[in-house]
């Protein structure tokens, strides 16, 4: 139990069009969902916490309008980034915690998506 | 705020050695230490996390030893194994922080057969 899936794995954009990220928790209902983003050879870097049917929260120097996040339902949420420019190449990661009885804060992770703007 | 450091960056050991990867914490209030596997193009993996109210965890060929005086943790690899060569990175997190890691640095672990 405890799968994540991300959706595409990998997307190659043209600057300036917007992409869409989706992260699925399959077996369990997800309260809260965070998404990072990882540059090659380095840490994951927290961009938002996510709670279903509320506001995303985002880290500081994260642009919300520029990286948008919906939280649907308690198995789906969404990354969008807009108006996307070379710099924001990157690899996204998404992360679930399973909410409901014995609730623990361990987040399981997706797959990554490996976006790259030309 | 909570800062985690990770030692060593890079660790290279023979295939059936062990391999020891350390962390440190800043914020005595972090009660949650999960550590991850990530694989090359792929998402990191929990393999093992520990809890403040116990000090050691094994899971087969893992463990992970907790001081909460000195506020450091530690992932031991035994009997290592090529498909162990990955980067390893620890986390901590406070209760009250709606599961929100702050991770450390990572390691990459090189198993040579």
Redesign the interface.
């Known amino acids: 139990g405890a799968v ?1 899936s ?1 959706h595409p794995s990998r997307v190659i954009c043209k600057s300036g069009t917007s992409v869409k990220i989706e992260c699925r928790s399959l077996d369990f209902q997800a309260t ?1 969902m ?1 998404w990072y983003r990882q540059f090659p ?4 870097m ?1 961009m938002a ?1 996510s ?1 279903e049917g509320s506001k995303a929260t985002y880290e500081q120097g994260v642009e919300k309008d520029k990286f948008l996040i919906n939280h649907a339902s308690l198995t789906l949420s969404t990354l969008t980034v807009t108006s996307a420019h070379p710099e924001d190449s990157s690899f996204y ?1 998404c992360s679930a ?1 399973r909410g409901g009885p014995g609730v623990t ?8 998506t ?1 976006l790259t703007v030309l | 705020g909570e800062n985690v450091e990770q030692h060593p960056s890079t660790l290279s050991v023979q295939e059936g050695d062990s391999a020891v990867i350390k962390c440190t914490y800043s914020d005595s209030a972090s009660n ?1 230490f ?1 550590w ?1 596997k990530q694989e090359l ?6 393999i093992i ?1 520990i809890r403040s109210n116990v000090g050691e965890k094994k899971d087969q060929r893992i463990a992970v030893t907790l001081n909460k005086t000195a506020k450091h943790f530690s992932l031991h690899i035994t009997e290592t194994q090529p498909e162990d060569s990955a980067v390893y ?1 620890c986390a901590a ?1 406070k ?1 009250n922080q ?4 702050i ?4 390691t ?1 672990l090189s198993v040579k057969p």
């Open positions: 994540v991300q809260t965070f050879k380095q840490s994951l927290l916490t709670n990661i915690i804060d361990t987040q399981y992770f997706g797959p990554g490996r | 949650y999960p991850y193009g792929k998402g990191p993996q929990l996390d990175f997190s209760g709606g599961g929100k890691l991770f450390g640095q990572g990459e």
